[in-house]
């Protein structure tokens, strides 16, 4: 199967019978990253974690805090 990452436009080849390969096919939606891109996403978040600043807000808000 032929993929394309978003970020560099670089095309690769992956297994067809690999799982990745059957997200990609079944939720379109969902996006490959080749791995020098996936290396370097995953490097700045480390950073930013580091930074201290960086906050997860994994909390949901009620509809009393949205009036």
């Known amino acids: 199967m032929q993929v394309k990452c978003t970020i560099c436009d670089s095309v690769e080849s992956i297994d067809d019978h690999c799982f990745e ?3 990609l096919r079944n ?3 969902l996006m490959h990253l080749c791995q020098t891109c ?3 996403v995953g490097k700045k978040t480390l950073a930013r ?3 201290g600043k960086f906050r997860l807000y994994s ?4 509809v ?3 009036i």
């Open 21 to 23: 390969a059957k997200r």
């Open 27 to 29: 939720k379109r939606i």
């Open 38 to 40: 996936y290396n370097r």
């Open 49 to 51: 974690h580091a930074t």
């Open 59 to 62: 909390e949901k808000k009620t």
């Open 64 to 66: 009393d805090e949205f």
